[in-house]
């Protein structure tokens, strides 16, 4: 039998360690001894998602490595220990902790490092990079002691990196050199609704902007210069300026690099020297760099099918596949919103054309380039709804014929159905999804077929598609669910484990078997306690039913936070308070008492684009004493905290307005108040816009009213948050009685049909017959149940109650509010900043329990 020869991988990184798993799931463990430099005190881990470390994952969390694989697989693991040298002559390896070791192959595997511009002060305390866990870990420590942070780079690894200084509780700020952010995978108009969205989050944002130097006092960094005159303070740096290829050790040695770096491979992954590969980021392809964790998986999956068919006269055999590069496509979600962009995103292609879609509203962005004649996909660019990119990219990689109208790819669905050939089942067979993994939708379908794979974590765990970036997760499940189908089973919609009904079921349940309780339904149509799904589930549906209190004892251990403390939740741990304001209509009274509010209580003020004022920063203790003051004044809670109506905004219509034709802010405020409080799947927005000029922007709403010479049209299923869509128009020129009746009707059937958390925009989409279907239900009384929906409407009205009122009328619901359960002090451990320029002094109430005078 012949000698194992050695194989040492050099570098224990992402595609270091996929290399070595790509080996042991081959037959290389007869004829390799696998040997690993790990320079890092720990084994590989998931540098894409390393933002997690900050939001709870642990080092152990982000490890790619199964217990015991090196143990098992008899890979030699060098830990802790760096490979500094290569002898070509001699064919060793040495390394920092004086190590030789002789090899047969290298693979070199060394990656990246991150690049740091050569800017005056650069090495100051207070500045750091983003790349390891030791990185972080160095950063979070640092951070303690500052308030302030800014990242060097708006680029992807910029905007992870913004994303762990917000986490870390600092003021962050991005200081980017282009004029915009994402400058490789985003065009202007792109980077401009980015930066919006990023900067409504929070994160101030300064673009074009060339630091000259970084100033330090008392050892530590306090300010930044820029090239215009321009400084910036802060408490901390933390460079993401783009990476350079860790290529030192094939200089060392002799090995070929390129002109600005990177070790030279050819098609095999092979560098100048034959016994030498290198995969990932140290490599350079055809005077290309590929920075994405995606890529790297291919070339270690070369290498690996090159070295694992190595014959054993020493010769490698014919490879079954090369590297000729990969695709950059890339979908991330950086800061909370969703960016992608692939293939030709810019129109360098001859001949190229563009379908663009801008929503500066909602925040959206979308850009497909075409060939000339329009019947391919070339690139595109999404930024802030990345839902399509899946599909998007596989028409692009497949070369799919597009539909006649290429525009559906980008709009919702015609008629509330699904466009036609553009599902996973016109995708062929070959079609790559997981692109960091490298499965195809044959290698899905088969392992669903063969295995008898009953759901979308078997087909993970089975196939690896999916356990990368995890972009492709929406496509895998489609695949699932598509086969599921053929093979003749039913894809179950039930509500979650501990309800074999679907949400349309159970509140026909709740309804028609007259259920009060969460505990009653489970006991007679359900099993176990429940869970985060189904319990918030049902006490939406027994609020909508029978619109008892949300806080009554039966019922508050179904709510989640924000419903629990009758109060969005915010970022830093505090609450907003948001009083109804119907139509936008204020007194100066009212106004008054709202700023009194405010200043006494510190807290931040903002009026919102539905016409309301929201305070922010409340802490838990103090909302039962603002709203006790605001319901004193008039106000009512606006139900800004729970799946229910939102607002209905409203133009100033006939009685200001030149060109209004009807009194639109009255029946707005007639609108409001009929339907305050109502509970439902998702939130529920309304507009009134007294003439065709659409001030209201009321054909964006769930439910909008547009103004006629002869009564009111009404519109419904609009918005769709993160998928927006115009509403459709159900009636025209229709008087205000019959308007309030078909409103009725709508919502009615809306919250007893739609699933979980499903907003009417996709409800609608989904609804066989489209806006026919509706009308038939909702105007002509097909079903014959129109006098149903609006006898459960009128319940609804007249059992209204303000629940902020009713909760400051009831000493035991006032006291769930308490910091301390023994006593009415506030938690003296939370500190009172300011926010854009607005004070946090200590209110009057706090003053008078600590026994402060003035």
């Known amino acids: 039998m012949t000698a194992k020869k050695n194989l040492i991988v050099i570098g224990n990184g992402m595609v270091g360690h996929k290399f070595l798993e790509l080996m042991v799931n081959s037959d290389a463990a007869t004829h390799w001894n696998l040997i690993t430099f790990c320079e890092e005190p720990r084994v590989a881990y998931d540098r894409v998602n390393l933002s997690g470390f900050f939001s709870g994952k642990t080092a152990g969390d982000l490890s790619l490595v199964a217990p015991g694989f090196y143990h098992t697989n008899d890979i030699k693991l060098h ?71 800014v990242v060097i780079g708006g680029g992807l690894l910029g905007l992870e990196c913004a994303n762990a200084l917000q986490n870390m509780g600092l ?48 050892g530590r960094v306090t300010k930044m210069l820029f090239a215009d005159g321009s400084e910036l303070a802060t408490d901390m740096i933390v460079f993401s300026a783009g990476i350079r290829p860790r290529d030192e050790i094939a200089i060392s040695c002799g090995i070929e690099v390129g002109e600005r770096g990177g070790i030279v491979i050819n098609d095999s992954c092979q560098t100048s020297d034959p016994d030498i590969y290198a995969i990932g980021e140290c490599a350079l392809y055809q005077n290309r760099i590929y920075g994405l964790v995606a890529p790297g998986y291919t070339m270690a999956s070369v290498a690996a099918d090159i070295l694992s068919r190595a014959a054993d006269d020493g010769q490698d055999a014919r490879p079954t596949s090369n590297f000729t590069g990969a695709d950059m496509s890339t979908k991330l979600k950086l800061l909370g919103v969703d960016v992608a962009s692939f293939g030709d995103a810019f129109a360098k292609s001859a001949d190229a054309k563009e379908i663009v879609v801008a929503d500066t509203f909602q925040g959206i962005y979308k850009k497909l380039v075409l060939n000339q004649d329009g019947s391919r996909i070339l690139g595109g660019i999404l930024v802030g709804d990345a839902s399509a990119y899946g599909t998007l990219l596989q028409f692009m990689q497949n070369e799919i014929a597009l539909p006649p109208h290429p525009e559906d790819l980008l709009m919702p669905p015609r008629s509330g159905g699904v466009p036609t050939g553009l599902g996973v089942d016109s995708l ?72 074999e009904y679907s949400r349309q079921e159970l509140y026909h349940l709740v309804r028609s078997q007259e259920i009060k309780t969460f505990e009653e339904l489970i006991e007679r149509h359900g099993k176990g ?102 319901i004193d004044a008039g106000f009512e809670s606006g139900h ?6 939102r607002t209905v905004k409203s133009c100033v219509g006939s009685t200001w307005c030149r060109f209004g034709v009807q009194d639109s802010t009255s029946l707005a405020i007639e609108v409001e108040l009929r339907y305050r409080g109502l509970r439902s799947p998702h939130k529920l927005k309304s507009a009134v816009s007294g003439c065709t000029r659409e001030c209201a922007e ?71 017959g489209g806006i026919e279907y509706l009308k038939q239900v909702i105007v002509e009384d097909s079903l014959g149940i129109c006098a149903e ?15 902020w009122k009713t909760t400051i009328e009831d000493p035991q619901k006032v006291q769930r509010f308490q910091h301390f359960v023994n006593s ?29 005078s003035e």
């Open 428 to 499: 062929p067979d070959s079609a790559q999804i997981c692109s960091c993994n490298n499965i195809s939708k044959r290698q899905i379908c088969e392992a669903i077929r063969d295995r008898n794979l009953t759901d979308v974590p078997s087909v993970k765990k089975c196939t690896q598609a999916g356990t990368g970036c995890g972009g492709c997760v929406p496509l895998v499940t489609d695949i699932f669910k598509s086969e599921m189908k053929k093979a003749g089973f039913t894809v179950k919609n039930h509500l979650c484990e501990h309800f």
């Open 698 to 768: 009321a054909q964006s709403k769930d439910f909008g009213i547009i103004a006629t010479e002869n009564g009111w049209n009404l519109y419904v299923c609009g918005n769709g948050g993160i998928k927006p869509q115009h509403a459709v128009l159900l009636a025209t020129d229709i008087d205000k009685e019959t308007l309030i009746k078909y409103i009725d009707r709508f919502l009615v059937f809306y919250i007893r049909t739609a699933d979980r958390l499903e907003r009417t925009a996709t409800w609608f989409n989904k609804l066989e």
């Open 789 to 803: 929906l609006e006898a459960q409407m009128e319940h609804l009205v007249n059992t209204y109650q303000c629940e």
């Open 529 to 630: 306690k429940g869970c985060e799904i189904c319990k918030p589930a049902v006490g939406s549906m027994l609020a909508s039913t029978w619109n008892d209190h949300i806080l009554e004892k039966y019922h508050v251990g179904l709510q989640d936070t924000n419903d629990y403390f009758l109060a969005n939740i915010q970022r830093d741990g505090t609450y907003s308070v948001v009083p109804r304001i119907p139509g936008g209509e204020i007194t100066p009274d009212k106004l008054i008492v709202l700023g009194e509010v405010a200043k006494d209580f510190g807290l931040y003020t903002k009026i919102t684009g539905g016409q309301r004022i929201d305070l922010f920063g409340a802490r838990v203790d103090q909302l039962p004493h603002i709203w006790r003051r605001l």
């Open 79 to 149: 830990i802790g220990d760096k490979a500094v040298a290569i002898n070509r002559e001699q064919k060793t390896v040495s390394s920092a902790n004086g190590l030789e070791v002789p090899y047969d192959k290298i693979v070199l595997a060394t990656g990246s490092y991150p690049f740091v511009p050569p800017i005056k002060g650069k090495d100051a305390t207070g500045t750091f990079v983003y790349r390891t866990i030791d990185d972080l870990e160095a950063m979070s420590d640092y951070a303690k002691n500052c308030k302030i942070g």
């Open 824 to 852: 009415d002090l506030p938690d003296p451990s939370i500190v009172r900043v300011a926010e854009r320029g607005q004070t946090r002094p200590p209110y009057e109430y706090e003053k008078a329990l600590a026994g402060v």
């Open 171 to 218: 003021k962050t700020h991005v200081v980017e050199f282009a004029s915009r952010l994402m400058p490789v995978q985003v065009d202007e108009v792109g980077g401009a609704i980015l930066r919006s969205k990023i900067e409504e989050l929070g994160v101030s944002v300064h673009t074009s902007k060339s630091t000259t130097e970084i100033v330090s006092e008392d």
């Open 640 to 645: 800004a905290y729970g799946k229910a109506l």
